[in-house]
């Protein structure tokens, strides 16, 4: 079993749906999460991240992490065409000198206008 | 301020050569990782470096081998290269005293090997 488990898409939403990405893990000892959003031929960018369980907002992104069920969301309300990409969630343990990203598949996105 | 910056963008070899790739952190930031990214892949780690050092590494072999230098910049150097070699390679830096370990990608390298 991969310790991050990130279903592929492709994922193709009308513009001005709500999509919601999703990411499970094994590794309970992870504490940081974040989402990337990366575009064709491009790196990732940095979206979101949150530590522990809980919701964070940031515009029309919404990050929800579920410890208990180890289980992370991302919902992405009004989308647009522009926020056509994959979408990567990624986790880390931050202990120490261990800070090594560990990543899903990533979610393959179209937005159709 | 300039984020993270890579170079070459793109770079063409045949098996068996060398390649060396270069990346420079974003200001203030101190630590960088290497990725290698497949075309429909996730990222997979290769290593970090902080104060000139590998400080982690992941499932690759000795082929792959970095350097950080004392500005912070780094390279990552691939001997004997295979045609699976032929990927995106992300450079990501990240401050060492942040709380979470929120990493900023360059562009990538495209290497093709034939």
């Known amino acids: 079993q991969k310790e991050v488990e990130q279903d592929p898409g492709p994922l193709s939403v009308p513009e001005g749906a709500i999509v919601s990405l999703n990411c499970t893990y094994s590794n309970s000892a992870f504490q940081y999460f974040m989402w990337y959003r990366q575009y064709s031929r491009k790196g990732p960018e940095l979206l979101m991240y949150t530590y522990s369980s809980g919701n964070k907002e940031d515009g029309r992104f919404t990050a929800q992490v579920d410890k208990s069920s180890k289980y992370i969301s991302l919902f992405i309300r009004d989308s647009q065409p522009s926020d056509s990409a994959t979408y990567l969630c990624a986790m880390s343990v931050h202990a120490g000198n261990n800070r090594k990203l560990i990543w899903g598949l990533g979610t393959s996105l179209a937005v159709n206008p | 301020d300039a984020g993270v910056t890579q170079s070459p963008t793109h770079l063409i070899k045949t098996r068996g050569q060398q390649v060396t790739l270069r990346c420079s952190p974003k200001s203030g930031h101190d630590t960088v990782s290497w990725y290698q990214q497949a075309l429909g892949q996730g990222p997979q780690f290769i290593f970090q470096?902080?104060?000139?050092?590998?400080?982690q590494r992941g499932n690759f072999p000795d082929r792959f081998s970095g350097h950080q230098f004392p500005n912070y910049s780094s390279e990552l150097n691939v001997n004997a290269l295979l045609l699976g070699d032929s990927a995106l390679y992300l450079c990501a830096s990240s401050p060492r005293s942040g709380e979470a370990d929120t990493q900023y990608f360059g562009p990538g390298t495209r290497l093709t090997v034939l």
């Open positions: 470096y902080y104060e000139e050092e590998e400080r």
